[in-house]
């Protein structure tokens, strides 16, 4: 009888363990993106960044963190053809008054805070790095069996982007561009 015991005391402790395993789940990059809207007095622009490398952590099945790193090369402009200013918006993004992609040519976020808020919605909490200034974020965040996804809005003017900030520069008339820009993230792994 005491070996019975012993016996059903290492398997609840076996599958305890077992149950409670951390898990990590990389993202799949080539089908994991950021989309982003920028907007201004005048109009918008849309487009895509590629992921480099992501991953969400788990533990016992629930959100525990996560952290991500996006190629600033890749920004794409999306809503205007090639030789309508497709090609000149896109430089215009990565030039040093924007993005400045040369010497920055990746951000990162990384999660700090996870909490769950109901079913597998999760607010997070994240210090994210553009033009290697980093800056807390949060967003809410969704996770299905293969996939994340998340909206939020980022202002440009924290991470010293200024290009016709009508809270930086008076005077500009129609030419403001808003300072905050919209992402929405879709993670696929």
């Given at each position: 009888?005491?070996?019975?015991?012993t016996?059903?005391?290492?398997l609840?402790?076996t599958l305890?363990t077992?149950?409670?395993?951390?898990?990590d789940?990389?993202?799949?990059?080539s089908?994991?993106?950021?989309e982003?809207?920028g907007?201004k007095?005048t109009?918008?622009h849309?487009g895509?960044?590629?992921?480099k490398?992501?991953?969400?952590?788990?533990?016992?099945?629930k959100?525990?963190g996560?952290?991500?790193?996006?190629?600033?090369?890749?920004?794409e402009?999306?809503d205007?053809k090639?030789?309508?200013?497709?090609?000149?918006?896109?430089?215009?993004?990565k030039?040093t008054?924007?993005?400045?992609?040369d010497a920055?040519?990746?951000?990162?976020?990384v999660?700090?805070?996870?909490k769950?808020?109901?079913g597998?919605k999760?607010?997070?909490?994240a210090?994210?790095?553009?033009k290697?200034?980093?800056?807390?974020?949060?967003?809410?965040?969704?996770v299905?069996?293969?996939s994340?996804?998340?909206?939020?809005?980022?202002?440009?003017?924290k991470?010293?982007?200024?290009?016709?900030s009508?809270?930086?520069?008076?005077?500009?008339?129609?030419?403001?561009?808003?300072?905050?820009?919209e992402?929405?993230v879709?993670?696929q792994?």
């Open positions: 009888m005491k070996n019975l015991k016996i059903a005391i290492a609840v402790l305890g077992i149950t409670t395993k951390a898990q789940k990389k993202i799949n990059t089908k994991s993106q950021v982003w809207v907007k007095v109009g918008e849309s895509v960044i590629s992921f490398e992501g991953v969400l952590n788990f533990k016992s099945g959100l525990t996560g952290s991500f790193t996006v190629d600033m090369t890749s920004i402009v999306t205007l090639a030789g309508e200013g497709k090609e000149k918006l896109e430089g215009h993004l030039a008054d924007f993005f400045g992609t920055h040519k990746e951000a990162t976020l999660f700090t805070s996870v769950a808020t109901g597998n999760y607010a997070v909490i210090n994210l790095t553009i290697g200034i980093t800056k807390p974020v949060t967003f809410d965040l969704t299905a069996k293969n994340a996804t998340t909206e939020f809005k980022v202002d440009r003017t991470y010293g982007i200024e290009y016709n009508g809270s930086i520069f008076d005077g500009l008339g129609d030419k403001v561009i808003y300072d905050d820009f992402l929405t879709n993670l792994f």
